[in-house]
């Protein structure tokens, strides 16, 4: 008998075990790992059935949109490994919050099924997870979702998406909205290195949406200044610390919001009430540490930005 995935059950899975960790291939859940820290149960990951449909719905989300392979570990978990791991805890925080985000994600999920405006897709059992939905609930979404004029169903099983879906897609990833990096503006001496590594680059990291970036560890030969502006252009957010109070930190915080990129505003507590006056207005993490900025940063970006 086949080992079944260990999420969504599908005994047509390939899964390789490993002393740390089950790789996985699945059709529905795509390419995963999971810590074999966890308890299974007949090939199961040993946990509540609802949790484990929301982590089949957002790893087939990750596998319609070319995401790329996560591990899935135990939060205390920390053995470094090949591919980006996330606790379950974590992953899970990604889920939708809203009506308004279920309807905006399975409509984006759907988008990525087809690959003409004018296409058509067949919306395949090992589909429906990137609706949010499990079974029938997954068709009651389609009609939803073609009741709000987005998408045309035929059959229960054909989808298209009408010119208001796409409309509605493009507004949903305006320019940096589905970038892969946060840019990150900040002093770069050596007393702040250790608040990058263990704060900021860990909490923009966490979900495995993005990568941090901070313009002094990437190669170019183009002059700096030019640089940072394509970077930034190129980000779905910006994380402004303005501990040092450096002058580009506030030029490239205004860039950004000059594009309309969500900022981020980090002060260390030593320096809290030194802002420059046009910027006092702003909502600021106020850090004491680097894992409280780690902790602070990670569910300001969850709130306010993924």
């Not at 910027?279 to 600021?284: D, I, L, P, V």
């Amino acid at each position: 008998m086949n080992t079944p995935c260990p999420i969504c059950g599908d005994t047509s899975a390939g899964v390789q075990t490993t002393q740390l960790e089950r790789f996985v291939t699945c059709p529905c859940c795509g390419q995963f790992g999971i810590s074999q820290n966890f308890e299974f149960i007949d090939g199961r990951f040993s946990i509540d059935g609802n949790v484990r449909n929301r982590m089949k719905h957002l790893l087939c989300e990750r596998r319609v949109r070319k995401l790329g392979m996560i591990t899935l570990v135990d939060k205390t978990h920390t053995t470094e490994r090949k591919h980006p791991s996330i606790s379950v805890d974590e992953f899970l925080a990604s889920y939708p919050r809203t009506p308004l985000d279920y309807f905006d994600r399975a409509l984006e999920n759907l988008s990525e099924l087809l690959n003409h405006p004018i296409a058509t897709a067949v919306f395949r059992p090992q589909d429906r997870a990137c609706v949010f939905a499990e079974g029938n609930h997954a068709y009651e979404m389609l009609k939803r979702l073609e009741e709000l004029g987005y998408i045309a169903v035929t059959n229960n099983s054909l989808i298209s998406l009408k010119p208001k879906g796409w409309a509605r897609v493009a507004e949903l990833q305006h320019p940096g909205r589905n970038s892969k990096q946060a840019f990150v503006a900040m002093w770069f001496d050596d007393s702040m290195t250790l608040f990058y590594e263990n704060g900021f680059k860990p909490a923009i990291e966490a979900d495995c949406l993005v990568k941090a970036l901070r313009i002094d560890r990437k190669e170019h030969n183009n002059r700096i200044d030019d640089e940072i502006i394509a970077e930034i252009r190129r980000s779905r957010y910006l994380v402004a610390d303005f501990t040092g109070h450096r002058a580009g930190v506030y030029m490239e915080a205004g860039f950004a919001l000059g594009l309309g990129l969500p900022v981020i505003w980090c002060v260390s507590d030593k320096e809290k009430d030194e802002p420059h006056f046009d910027a006092r207005q702003f909502n600021r993490i106020i850090y004491s540490s680097a894992e409280d900025l780690r902790a602070k940063l990670l569910n300001r970006i969850r709130a306010t930005v993924v």
